[in-house]
């Protein structure tokens, strides 16, 4: 039972950032199309820039929260600016920018392989590594605190999505881009925002991921893969979806380690099983997109 | 070298005849080609983090030889090649240093890619070391009798550990580790040397690289109950998440751990985590030769060395001995100086000629230098319980 416990806060907490990793995929794609394949180099950048803020220059947790932050817009706006923009302007096939894309996440790696060495750099958690005991339920703190991160930031996200005219707009974009542009919706000022809020939520999942997995060159990949996963098991449309696909998807892992009478080289392999027998019964993910509301 | 931009007539007569003179007298060692050796390091992929500072290790090497007048007279030319750590180039890799003509391959990236340039140093009758790779199937899959390995292999790392954990009469233990290559050929090691050794595995768990917790795997262990616990991942980051879990669950079982932990960057990102954890290592900074090594290497580049530049600075220091011994660039004559290499004390350990067989195993040479150490809470102090392992090491 105590093991059962321990391990829906560690899934919880690792569903959270597969969580927040979709939902800046999401950001992008939802109003661009765009699959951004580099937001797990994104969460890698933050995660160095954490590891300069707090453990070289040793600043405040909030501080450095905000500076990572400032510095994710810079690089989710430049990306846009140089990767994207170019490409929509000169009327490119929707699968350039894509590449384009990728070839930025390899530009990523390699600026901070180049800039930080190859060795992973440690990152400290907002309120140093313990266990904490609530009730029936015990983790780490970091554990708890992506948690109640996690779950601020998607009730922001949705209320934004849902309650504000700004967020409207993006949603107006998703639905039909040239009605929302014929609107008079700033389409090119869509793209910037969307650009920066992925960069600073893929920023965020890679500053909470990086006290246990350390900030290095080669941090992203994985997160942009379980992210990915989260994103498809949740729909690709919605944002409470990402999360859910997160969560089913640290679940689904972490379980099948624990209890599934698997050999463990094999244990890795059942969630993504699970993912292709769950696409079979429900192709579209598992919250389908919103219609378009009069 | 500068140029001399003379501003009057006579004065750039007296200059061509200096240079003249320069070169005359300069004629002799100048006529000596540099003597060439090849490296494959990875200098992009996932053995990056052991692949540079092993690389480094070695240029340092170099550098030290051609400050003295480098080897037979001749200067020492290194030729690096990055091979990503990507077999299918690390061949192509090798072919390149072959025909750009290699006496010798130091082969620095991951295991999978020295096993690949293999086939091409046999082919081209080249003699390949790997000063650095721990994986112990180099030597026994190929029958190749140009190729040594001198790294920290996974069976002489077991057998330390388990000549330290003698008296502690370990019967069930759990092994933790995770899925990169070479990771998974330490764990074969460890597993092959605790059954041999008749110690019962009641728990075998991998944490997938790039898992965000280890939660689950060190629950696993828990619920198992073992004496012990030996740790055979060799990726730092997952390594941490073990650490961490094993922390973070109230783990109070011994963990013994591969020579990875050893690595300096470890301990900064695993702090407070390594306290009491006992692993292996071959480098002893008290030896004199290391004493001189750290010396040596901290005046060039500024930095101390750890280990890593040990091995890469004794692999290529193995191969100028054995060129020296040859007296010349005849690979042959060079295969046969390795191969006879008896006493030869580098910075890690002694290396001697093995003296096992099959004749196939016997080219991992014996390093007869391991030590087992914990570390203490302050910084990277170890515990003075040693324990030497000589039996078995280095052949595979």
């Known amino acids: 039972m105590t093991d059962l416990l321990e391990l829906l806060v560690s899934a919880a907490a690792s569903g959270c950032i597969y969580g927040l990793v979709a939902l800046a995929y999401l950001l992008i794609t939802r109003p661009t199309g765009i699959i951004n394949f580099g937001v797990g180099e994104w969460a890698m950048v933050a995660a160095c820039g954490a590891y300069v803020a707090l453990s070289r220059i040793e600043l405040p947790y909030a501080v450095s929260i905000a500076l990572v932050a400032v510095l994710m817009v810079a690089v989710g706006w430049l990306t846009e600016r140089l990767a994207v923009r170019p490409l929509v302007v000169r009327g490119a096939p929707p699968l350039a920018p894509v590449l384009a894309l990728l070839g930025m996440l390899v530009v990523f790696r390699e600026l901070v392989s180049l800039g930080f060495g190859p060795d992973p750099q440690p990152v400290p958690p907002a309120f140093g590594f313990g266990r904490l005991e609530l009730g029936l339920l015990a983790g780490s703190y970091q554990s708890f605190f992506i948690i109640a991160i996690a779950a601020a930031v998607f009730a922001g996200a949705w209320y934004f999505f849902e309650r504000t005219l700004t967020g409207r707009s993006f949603e107006a974009v998703a639905l039909d881009r040239r009605a929302a542009a014929l609107m008079g919706i700033n389409l090119s000022r869509v793209t910037a925002l969307s650009f920066s809020a992925g960069a600073v939520v893929a920023g965020l999942a890679g500053v909470l991921v990086a006290p246990n997995v350390s900030a290095h060159y080669l941090m992203g990949m994985p997160l942009a893969i379980q992210g990915f996963t989260a994103l498809v098991i949740g729909g690709a449309t919605r944002v409470e979806g990402a999360l859910l696909g997160g969560l089913i998807l640290a679940f689904a892992e972490q379980f099948t380690v624990r209890y599934a009478p698997v050999p463990p080289g094999l244990a890795m392999g059942v969630p993504l099983v699970l993912l292709i027998a769950f696409l079979l019964v429900r192709p579209a993910g598992l919250l389908r997109p919103r219609e378009a509301r009069a | ?396």
């Open chain 2, 1 to 396: 070298m500068k140029i001399a931009s003379p501003r009057s007539g006579r004065m750039a007569g007296f200059a061509v005849r200096a240079a003249l003179a320069a070169a005359a007298l300069a004629m002799a060692p100048a006529m000596a080609q540099p003597i060439k050796i090849g490296i494959i390091t990875d200098k992009v992929g996932p053995a990056k983090p052991y692949a540079e500072p092993v690389t480094a290790g070695a240029v340092f090497a170099a550098k030290e030889l051609n400050a003295k007048g480098g080897v037979l007279g001749r200067q020492v030319e290194l030729l690096i090649e990055d091979d990503q750590a990507r077999p299918d180039i690390s061949a192509t890799a090798a072919r390149k240093l072959v025909e750009a003509g290699a006496t010798f391959i130091l082969s620095l990236s991951l295991t999978p890619s020295t096993q690949q340039v293999q086939t091409v140093t046999l082919e081209a009758r080249t003699p390949q070391l790997t000063p650095s790779n721990s994986g112990d199937t180099l030597t026994t899959q190929i029958d190749n009798p140009y190729f040594w390995q001198t790294g920290p292999l996974g069976s002489t790392q077991i057998a330390t550990l388990l000549a330290y954990a003698a008296n502690r009469s370990f019967k069930r233990v759990a092994l933790v580790g995770e899925n990169s290559d070479l990771g998974q050929l330490t764990n074969r090691s460890f597993k092959a040397g605790l059954e041999k050794s008749g110690v019962q595995i009641v728990a075998e768990e991998v944490v997938p690289r790039g898992s965000t917790t280890a939660d689950p795997q060190m629950q696993k262990v828990r619920a198992a109950k073992p004496d012990a616990i030996f740790l055979t991942g060799v990726t730092t980051p997952e390594n941490v998440l073990i650490l961490r879990s094993y922390r973070q669950l109230g783990l109070k079982m011994p963990l013994l751990g591969n020579f990875n932990l050893s690595v300096p960057q470890t301990a900064v990102v695993a702090k407070g985590l390594l306290d009491g954890v006992v692993f292996v290592d071959a480098f002893d900074p008290a030896k004199p030769e290391a004493r001189r090594f750290i010396e040596a290497y901290k005046k060039e580049n500024g930095v101390e060395p750890y280990n890593l530049n040990g091995y890469g600075y004794d692999g290529l220091m193995l191969v100028a001995d054995a060129i020296k011994r040859a007296g010349g660039t005849d690979k042959e004559k060079v295969r046969a100086a390795m191969q006879a290499t008896q006493g030869y004390v580098g910075v890690l350990a002694r290396w001697d000629r093995p003296t096992a067989s099959p004749p196939a195993s016997a080219r991992a040479s014996t390093a007869t230098a391991w030590w087992c150490g914990c570390t203490k809470a302050t910084g990277r102090a170890r515990s003075s319980s040693r324990a030497r392992s000589d039996a078995g090491a280095g052949t595979s």
